[in-house]
């Protein structure tokens, strides 16, 4: 059996997740963070003592955050993501980041149970923007199937 991990990186306008043109933003965390954690498929995400991922750091940078989770599927991860009010702040995000390279966020297969680490996910992110889809690395236009 096979569940899908996903990373999503941005770069922050603000200097750090502290700065006033992020408070709408961050307010939302818990809200956001709560509606992923009771929708159909999910499983698992990274979180801090804070309950999010925002002290995460891999890109020793204080304007990039990330989030990492787990879901039983494409399809339960795809209507989280656009047919939540999660959509709200995808269409809102660049009242608070920058754009993000090639690709902000990567999707693979994963065994279960066998959650993701953070330099893992960096480097599934990283493969994607150097060398596009595939198996090892895809995003919701370029789905490639479980193993």
Same mark, same amino acid.
């Given at each position: 059996?096979?569940?899908?991990?996903?990373?999503?990186?941005?770069?922050?306008? *603000?200097v750090? =997740?502290?700065? &006033?043109?992020?408070?709408?933003?961050v307010?939302?965390?818990d809200?956001?963070n709560?509606?992923?954690? /009771?929708?159909? *498929?999910?499983?698992?995400?990274?979180?801090?003592?804070?309950?999010? +991922?925002?002290?995460?750091?891999?890109?020793?940078? /204080?304007? =990039? =955050? =990330?989030?990492?989770?787990?879901?039983?599927?494409?399809? @339960?991860? /795809?209507?989280? @993501?656009?047919? @939540?009010?999660?959509?709200?702040? !995808? $269409?809102?995000?660049?009242?608070?980041f920058?754009?993000? *390279?090639?690709?902000?966020?990567?999707?693979?297969?994963?065994?279960?149970?066998?959650? &993701?680490?953070? @330099?893992? +996910?960096? $480097?599934? !992110?990283?493969? !994607?923007?150097?060398? *596009? &889809?595939?198996?090892?690395?895809?995003n919701?236009?370029?789905?490639?199937?479980?193993?």
């Amino acid at each position: 059996m096979y569940q899908l991990a996903q990373i999503n990186v941005a770069r922050m306008k *603000g200097v750090n =997740i502290e700065d &006033p043109v992020m408070n709408e933003f961050v307010s939302h965390f818990d809200s956001v963070n709560q509606l992923a954690e /009771e929708s159909d *498929g999910f499983i698992w995400r990274l979180k801090d003592e804070d309950n999010n +991922a925002a002290s995460f750091n891999p890109f020793n940078d /204080e304007q =990039i =955050i =990330i989030n990492l989770s787990v879901w039983r599927n494409i399809e @339960t991860l /795809e209507y989280y @993501t656009y047919k @939540t009010f999660h959509v709200d702040f !995808l $269409k809102r995000r660049k009242e608070w980041f920058q754009k993000y *390279g090639k690709a902000f966020y990567a999707l693979w297969w994963i065994k279960d149970s066998k959650y &993701p680490d953070v @330099t893992e +996910a960096v $480097k599934r !992110l990283e493969y !994607l923007q150097e060398n *596009g &889809p595939s198996s090892y690395a895809f995003n919701f236009q370029s789905v490639f199937q479980k193993p």
